[in-house]
């Protein structure tokens, strides 16, 4: 029997690593597999936990056939290594920190894809970005508007995606997260 691919994607800042570190020790007891993404950014930058690579290794890997998805935001690359083709075939749920805007290449590839998307009430989203300080509050602005957007297109064109509330404590959204996985409907 396959495995479940479960993207998981949300704005930025709505705390997609902060519920990854969290939930990590839960899901893989449950035999769920988290990826580690590899991104072209030093190994030094703040945030998850990923392989940080050069464009140019990046490049090479993606020529070598090493990734399952590839996709490019925000200046950077990032590449879902290919052995998750090999868990999912062998039974294992396989948990992906996904790109919105990847989203239906991702659909196209993986059809029985579970895909969740996170959310934050636009009021807290926004604190955590100004608490952040990299970006103006215009370009704040911008994005709370392209995620209301965003959002808006995905519930209206794939009523099977589950929305995962992240606005209170991290433990509560961890709890949903795994009744969500145990029960897809216990994510509405």
């Known amino acids: 029997m396959a495995g479940r691919l ?11 690593d ?6 990590r020790a839960r ?12 991104i072209t950014r030093s190994a030094e930058a703040v945030g998850e936990a990923a392989l ?11 020529a070598q056939g090493a990734f399952a998805l590839s996709w ?4 950077l690359y990032y590449g879902i290594p290919r052995e998750i083709d090999d868990w999912l075939a062998a039974g294992q749920d396989v948990l992906v920190n996904g790109s919105r805007a990847h989203l239906q290449t991702t659909r196209e590839r993986y059809p029985q894809v579970l895909v969740v998307l996170l959310t ?6 926004r604190q955590r970005l100004l608490g952040r300080g990299r970006e103006s509050v215009a370009e704040i602005d911008q994005r709370l508007a392209r995620n ?4 808006e297109r995905l519930l209206a064109d794939d009523p099977t995606a589950h929305l995962l509330d992240n606005s209170g404590p991290l433990e509560r959204t961890v709890e949903r997260l795994l009744a969500c996985l145990d029960e897809p409907a216990a994510c509405a």
């Open 148 to 151: 209301a957007r965003f959002s």
């Open 18 to 23: 902060s519920l990854l570190d969290a939930a």
């Open 120 to 125: 934050v009430d636009p009021a807290v989203l």
């Open 52 to 62: 940080g690579v050069s464009p140019q290794q990046f490049a090479e890997m993606q």
């Open 72 to 75: 490019q935001a925000n200046g």
């Open 27 to 38: 899901l893989t007891e449950r035999g769920c597999r988290i990826v580690r993404r590899v």
């Open 6 to 16: 479960i993207y998981l994607i949300g704005p930025s800042g709505s705390g997609k």
